[in-house]
């Protein structure tokens, strides 16, 4: 690839856990990456490791609940680059509590955060692939698909990012936009987002969650973020060309249990 | 190919029924990517036909006759490859038949034969592998089984029942497999992989199928009705798009999958 063809792919989230790990492994791959978080600092962190390892790409702080931020955000990277390949919209939030303890703010912040910076996200991202092509990858979750008793607004966050991903997907296709859109569902992954959340439990709560959790994954331990990476490494590649509207789950037998 | 994250370099793996459509394409595709290939099907002559062209250009292929529904040549097959190679790391359960036909129309005896090649063949080579793979059997190094389900494992389509049916069974020995390996710290990983409707021999007996049971006048209506209307898409999986998530699926960049469906159908069932 020369440098002018080079495809570019833009990250949310990606200054930490599963998106950072997600954004060396596309940068290892020849992807010019655009490392956006709203943590300008984290992923400007992440930037100077992948150009340590020899890839490109840049740094941007970005929030993914801000509507104008997203249409500019793209039409600069088309602008520069010439297109937009691939989008991971990964950044997410959580909170662990049950549904009598959620306030309606918390669950809006959810929303927001999981749910809106994703439509927000593909929106935006159609109107520039439409013409080059392209592939998109929602970070969803198991819990987009099971539930869990103290994670109300995550779950239903989750579910939404599911279902909206296979109307993208369709939508795209039907169009005849070579745009694919697959959602991803990660079980439980070794990242600040489960550590933080834990963290705010009281610390038998938290032990308590934490065995829940890990009596359920057969395989007897969490992901690492460079096993989730892989499985949007190969749904942005062209080695899932066929696969469009579908669910990668990653999560080491939890949902087959 | 795939980029070096996918490799299946220093890897064994057997693939059954690979004389023809997603086996043979799953053959090439994992012997250009490092893997030596034990390439399994109950027709000889085709499967050895492919092995000697891999081969000649360069790639470790070894082919072998074999009746997935017989547990014999199970046996016989897995010596071969101890034979082989000194290891086995992954099981493409891919050899499978179709039966078509309206459901009240379709025989007992239809659906026991499909069972057996469809269903028993699941089982055995999964009873096999496991015995084979885990940690105090004879290759001992862990694995990866891929087990062909389908679409119609997971949706009905008209004319499908029995068919379906087999690849539903596929699903769920699927699951079940893959949390009792995982309790018991077998390092054994067990996936289904779906695909659509694919451009194989076994894609147009679907087409042959629609005009028998009487939803198109001609193959060619029933494929434009597939394509225009089932398939986002607009079009027919490649070989090459399920020997791709196979791969995915055999190699380390899936290691914490189990249990998983892997579906590749151009949208189909997102719809
Ligand atoms: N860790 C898990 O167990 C797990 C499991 C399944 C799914 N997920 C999902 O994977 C994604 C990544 O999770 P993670 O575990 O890597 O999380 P993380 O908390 O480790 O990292 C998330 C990153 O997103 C950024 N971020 C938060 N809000 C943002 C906003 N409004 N705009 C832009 N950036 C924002 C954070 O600054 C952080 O750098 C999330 O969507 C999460 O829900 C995580
Ligand atoms: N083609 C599709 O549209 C499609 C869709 C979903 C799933 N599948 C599944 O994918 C797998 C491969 O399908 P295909 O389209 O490549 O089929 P195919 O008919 O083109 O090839 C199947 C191969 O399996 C071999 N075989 C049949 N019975 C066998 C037996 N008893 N023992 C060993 N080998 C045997 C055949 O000789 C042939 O070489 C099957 O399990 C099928 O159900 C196919």
């Keep these: ?257 | 190919m795939m980029s070096d994250h996918f490799s299946l370099q220093g890897k064994v793996a057997l693939i059954t029924g690979a004389g023809n459509g997603i086996g043979a394409a799953c053959a090439r595709c994992f012997a250009q990517s490092g893997a030596a290939v034990m390439a399994s099907d109950i027709n000889g002559e085709r499967v050895e036909a492919l092995a000697r062209e891999l081969v000649a250009e360069g790639f470790k292929v070894k082919a072998i006759q074999h009746d997935v529904a017989k547990e014999d040549d199970w046996a016989r097959v897995v010596d071969a490859l101890a034979d082989w190679q000194d290891g086995w790391d992954i099981l493409v359960n891919n050899a499978g038949i179709y039966i078509g036909g309206k459901l009240e129309e379709n025989l007992l005896s239809q659906l026991h034969r499909i069972n057996s090649i469809n269903i028993d063949s699941i089982f055995l080579g999964t009873q096999f592998a496991a015995s084979a793979m885990q940690p105090d059997g004879r290759f001992g190094r862990g694995g990866s089984i891929i087990n062909l389900s389908s679409i119609a494992g997971l949706i009905g389509v008209p004319g499908h029942s029995i068919y379906g049916a087999t690849k539903g069974a596929v699903r769920s020995l699927t699951k079940h497999s893959a949390v009792e390996f995982a309790a018991f710290g077998y390092g054994i990983r067990v996936n289904s992989l779906h695909p659509g409707l694919i451009a194989t021999d076994m894609g147009h007996l679907v087409f042959k199928d629609f005009v028998e049971v009487g939803l198109a006048s001609s193959e060619s209506e029933a494929q434009q009705m597939l394509e225009k209307q089932m398939i986002p898409m607009g079009r027919l999986g490649d070989v090459q798009d399920i020997a791709l998530a196979a791969q995915f699926l055999a190699s380390d960049a899936s290691s914490y999958m189990t249990g998983s469906e892997l579906t590749v159908d151009g949208g189909f069932t997102a719809t």
């Design chain 1, 1 to 257: 690839m020369t440098k002018t063809q080079q495809q570019v792919a833009l990250i949310t989230g990606a200054g930490a856990g599963i998106g950072r790990a997600t954004a060396i492994a596309l940068a290892a791959d020849g992807f010019c990456v655009v490392v956006s978080d709203i943590n300008l600092e984290a992923a400007t962190l992440v930037v100077e490791q992948i150009k340590a390892e020899g890839g490109a790409g840049y740094a941007l702080r970005q929030d993914v609940v801000d509507e104008a931020g997203w249409r500019d955000t793209v039409d600069q990277i088309v602008a520069s680059h010439g297109g937009l390949h691939a989008l991971i919209n990964n950044a997410g939030v959580a909170t662990i509590c049950g549904i009598e303890e959620e306030s309606l703010e918390g669950w809006r912040r959810t929303q927001s955060v999981n749910a809106d910076g994703v439509f927000l996200g593909c929106r935006a991202a159609i109107s520039a692939m439409k013409h080059c092509g392209g592939a998109i990858v929602n970070v969803s979750s198991i819990e987009g698909i099971v539930g869990d008793p103290m994670l109300p607004a995550y779950n239903a966050s989750k579910g939404s990012v599911r279902a909206l991903t296979k109307s993208i997907a369709l939508y795209c296709a039907r169009q005849g936009f070579p745009i694919r859109v697959n959602s991803i569902h990660p079980g439980y992954v070794a990242t600040p987002l489960v550590s933080n959340a834990l963290a705010e439990l009281e610390p038998s709560a938290a032990d308590e969650f934490t065995a829940s959790v890990m009596a359920k994954i057969p395989m007897g331990r969490m992901a690492e973020p460079e096993e989730i990476a892989s499985g949007i490494r190969f749904l942005v590649s062209g080695e899932s060309s066929y696969m469009t509207g579908a669910e990668l789950i990653m999560d080491g037998g939890y949902t087959a249990a």
